[in-house]
Nanobody, 124 residues
Framework: QVQLVESGGGSVQAGGSLRLSCAASGRTFSSYAMGWFRQAPGKEREFVAT????????YYTDSVKGRFTISRDNAKNTVYLQMNSLRPEDTAVYYC?????????????????WGQGTQVTVSS
């Protein structure tokens, strides 16, 4: 399994931006699809964005389309989530996840490894 460590969370005002990073250990990062999920207090975990092994395919949940961008740098074993125009409803713990096989999916149960999460708080 790959080890994942998220960073970049914090507190911002509505309309602001944050960039989350997820660093992966191991030498086979490019063989993994990567995803970002989030969980707000009292709510179930939800899919945010995913990217395939090459970065050529990305998918987003409707509520973040046009505001968030997922990307990856396989040379640095890192996946990013650029979050712009943040809203209070984006407040959550954000988790990155890795899926062996490289095909992107929004189904959390299909991911094999998870990070510890990073808190994002957006105030109005």
């Amino acid at each position: 399994q790959v080890q994942l460590v998220e960073s970049g969370g914090g507190s911002v005002q509505a309309g602001g931006s944050l960039r989350l990073s997820c660093a992966a250990s191991g030498r086979t990062f490019s063989s993994y699809a990567m995803g970002w999920f989030r969980q707000a207090p009292g709510k179930e975990r939800e899919f945010v964005a995913t990217i395939n092994w090459s970065g050529g395919s990305t998918y987003y949940t409707d509520s973040v389309k046009g505001r968030f961008t997922i990307s990856r740098d396989n040379a640095k074993n890192t996946v990013y989530l650029q979050m712009n125009s943040l809203r209070p409803e984006d407040t959550a713990v954000y988790y990155c996840a890795a899926r062996i096989g490289g095909w992107a999916t929004g189904i959390g149960d299909e991911y094999d490894s998870w990070g510890q999460g990073t808190q994002v708080t957006v105030s109005s």
